[in-house]
């Protein structure tokens, strides 16, 4: 892998460690893996991979509505202003927002039938999309690139460090 990934990225010296080399490769391939799809959504739909992930929790979530923090606290990849991309789906009537009837400061997110709709447009894409991109692998490779990552998340370790705070 070595090799590969430091021609790719041009880098000239060795990597630091193994674990450098391996973060590297994994965010690597994961923006070439997610890559097609953000294109595929920005330019037939104009959106992007977070309001897509937005919309897709909401229709999850259905019949209910969700505040702004709890669509942040079910993001695949974390965004620190939901309120800003809410805005935005809600200006594209994607999205429909009412206060809460308990705590007339909090907002609820509901998906709009147009949501719906354009959810139920992207749905043979998505569910073409992980076949067309890794599954060249085949059902064994797959097996152990699942169980490798739900180990590593299993395990995470934390930094900083706390021996080095």
Same mark, same amino acid.
């Given at each position: 892998?070595?090799?590969?990934?430091?021609?790719?990225?041009?880098?000239?010296?060795?990597?630091?460690?193994?674990?450098?080399?391996?973060?590297?490769?994994?965010?690597?391939?994961?923006?070439?893996?997610?890559?097609?799809?953000?294109?595929?959504?920005?330019?037939?739909?104009?959106?992007?991979?977070?309001? /897509?992930?937005?919309?897709?929790?909401?229709?999850?979530?259905?019949?209910?509505?969700?505040?702004?923090?709890?669509?942040?606290?079910?993001?695949?990849?974390?965004?620190?202003?939901?309120?800003?991309?809410?805005?935005?789906?809600?200006?594209?009537?994607?999205?429909?927002?009412?206060?809460?009837?308990?705590?007339?400061?909090?907002?609820?997110?509901?998906?709009?039938?147009?949501?719906?709709?354009?959810?139920?447009?992207?749905?043979?894409?998505?569910?073409? /999309?992980?076949?067309?991109?890794?599954?060249?692998?085949?059902?064994?490779?797959?097996?152990?690139?699942?169980?490798?990552?739900?180990?590593?998340?299993?395990?995470?370790?934390?930094?900083?460090?706390?021996?080095?705070?």
């Amino acid at each position: 892998m070595s090799e590969n990934l430091a021609q790719t990225l041009k880098q000239s010296k060795p990597f630091a460690s193994q674990e450098e080399e391996v973060i590297l490769a994994l965010q690597h391939t994961a923006a070439r893996v997610i890559e097609p799809w953000a294109k595929l959504l920005k330019s037939r739909h104009a959106l992007t991979l977070a309001q /897509y992930n937005v919309l897709r929790i909401l229709r999850g979530a259905r019949p209910g509505r969700l505040a702004c923090r709890e669509i942040s606290n079910r993001m695949v990849a974390r965004d620190p202003d939901v309120t800003r991309l809410v805005d935005r789906l809600a200006d594209r009537g994607l999205v429909e927002r009412s206060r809460d009837h308990g705590d007339r400061r909090v907002v609820e997110v509901g998906i709009s039938e147009r949501g719906l709709a354009l959810l139920a447009e992207l749905d043979p894409l998505v569910d073409d /999309y992980p076949h067309a991109v890794i599954g060249h692998l085949g059902p064994r490779r797959l097996e152990q690139l699942a169980t490798l990552l739900q180990d590593m998340l299993a395990t995470l370790g934390t930094f900083p460090r706390e021996e080095t705070r």
